[in-house]
C-alpha cells in the first residue's frame, strides 16, 4: 500500500509528541539537550504553523514530518518514524513520495549533531552544506 500524508490536527498533537521524544530523547540526551518543555514547545510552533503532516499506511499513522515552501526548495522537519520501522526502507519511500509530490523544488534539513540521521539524509543524495551549535545544515538540489 502506498505512503499518504495526511494534515495533522489538534487531536494528534499528543501522539505526534510522543513519537518525537520516542524518537528523538536519546540523542537529545547524549549532547545534553533534551527538555521536555523545549520538545513541548517546538512541536507547538509547528503546529501553530500548520506545517505538519502525518505519515500513513493502511490507514495507519506511521510518523510525521514537517514543510514549509522556501519557493525554489522545501524546508524539511521534524521527520519522525515509529522505531519499528527506522533501517527497514520506510524512510526512504517517504522521501521519494515528498519529491514526487513537489517536483522540481529543492530541499534543505537541519539534522541534529551525533544522530545517525546524517547518513540516511546522505543516502537521500543531500550534502552537508552548513553548521550550526547543534545541528548540521544539508541540501538536496532540484530531482
Not at 549532547?31 to 505538519?52: C, N, T, V, W
Not at 519522525?80 to 519529491?99: H, I, K, M, N
Amino acid at each position: 500500500m502506498p505512503i499518504g500524508f495526511r494534515p495533522a490536527t489538534e487531536a494528534d498533537f499528543d501522539h505526534v509528541l510522543d513519537l518525537s521524544i520516542r524518537t528523538m530523547r536519546a540523542h537529545l540526551e547524549r549532547i545534553g539537550r533534551f527538555d521536555p518543555a523545549r520538545r513541548r514547545a517546538r512541536m507547538r510552533q509547528h503546529f501553530e504553523a500548520r506545517s505538519l503532516r502525518l505519515i500513513e499506511r493502511d490507514g495507519t499513522v506511521i510518523g510525521c514530518l514537517g514543510l514549509y515552501d522556501r519557493g525554489d526548495r522545501m524546508e524539511l522537519h521534524s521527520f519522525f518514524l515509529e522505531p519499528a520501522l527506522q533501517g527497514r526502507g520506510v524512510g526512504a519511500e517517504v522521501f521519494a513520495a515528498l519529491r514526487a509530490s513537489h517536483p522540481g523544488r529543492g530541499w534543505w534539513i537541519e539534522v541534529l549533531k551525533e544522530s545517525p540521521a546524517r547518513r540516511f539524509w546522505e543516502r537521500q543524495g543531500f550534502v552537508l552544506v552548513g553548521e550550526q551549535p547543534h545541528d548540521w545544515i544539508m541540501e538536496r538540489g532540484a530531482d
